[in-house]
């Protein structure tokens, strides 16, 4: 399950990257604006309630709690968005997830030739990589064709929907698939402990 410790020390790892990074650092402060919050404070169960019901989906039980800890973010990391109760940038990631479907549609029925059903289930057999968003809960987006979604048809061991990585480009990444949301946070905290190091390494050679 996802606690109140591993979000507060990727907040703090996030404070510290987008202080040192020249590239990250001004994009995150551009979205984040006047209250320069990387987490936006906690939501509540019934704002949770009311997203699953705009959703029309429960969200996983992982994602749950994350949310009354933190509701979403407008930069969390690699420019992403997350999901969360409010608003703002809720209704964005949705309006994206949605425009980006109808056009994966699109391409979809164009390459096979037909908008069936089972045009659809075709083409997704063909590979790994062919996942329909409108078969998936997107919860993120780098506002450049990248989407985080939650796995309707695969769960991990404990129930939990498992995540994927998806792109515009390629689809879904086989090597950017997680058991569920608190491997993606684990992943991600990684990440962002391993960029640390390389911006310190970079500064440390800008001093010689």
């Not at 409010?86 to 949605?98: G, M, N, Q, V």
């Not at 699109?106 to 329909?132: D, F, H, P």
């Not at 090597?175 to 946070?185: E, S």
Request: aromatic share 12%; charged share 25%.
């Amino acid at each position: 399950m996802v606690s109140e410790q591993p979000i507060s020390e990727i907040n703090i790892l996030l404070e510290q990257a987008y202080a040192r990074d020249p590239v990250l650092g001004p994009y995150a402060r551009a979205q984040l604006g006047d209250s320069g919050h990387v987490l936006e404070p906690p939501a509540t169960p019934a704002e949770i309630a009311q997203l699953e019901s705009r959703l029309r989906s429960p969200l996983p039980a992982n994602y749950k709690q994350f949310l009354l800890l933190a509701n979403g973010s407008r930069c969390f990391w690699r420019k992403f968005a997350l999901l969360g109760a409010s608003p703002d940038p809720s209704e964005k990631i949705l309006r994206a997830a949605a425009d980006m479907s109808q056009w994966q549609l699109n391409t979809v029925a164009e390459i096979m030739g037909s908008s069936s059903q089972e045009a659809y289930e075709a083409w997704k057999s063909r590979s790994t990589a062919n996942v329909l968003l409108r078969d998936n809960i997107a919860f993120g987006t780098d506002w450049e064709g990248s989407f985080y979604l939650f796995d309707r048809e695969r769960r991990g061991p404990d129930g939990e929907m498992c995540v994927l990585y998806w792109s515009a480009e390629y689809g879904a990444f086989e090597n950017r698939f997680y058991r569920d949301f608190a491997c993606l946070l684990s992943f991600i905290r990684q990440d962002i402990q391993q960029h640390l190091i390389a911006l310190a390494r970079v500064a440390k050679r800008s001093k010689k």
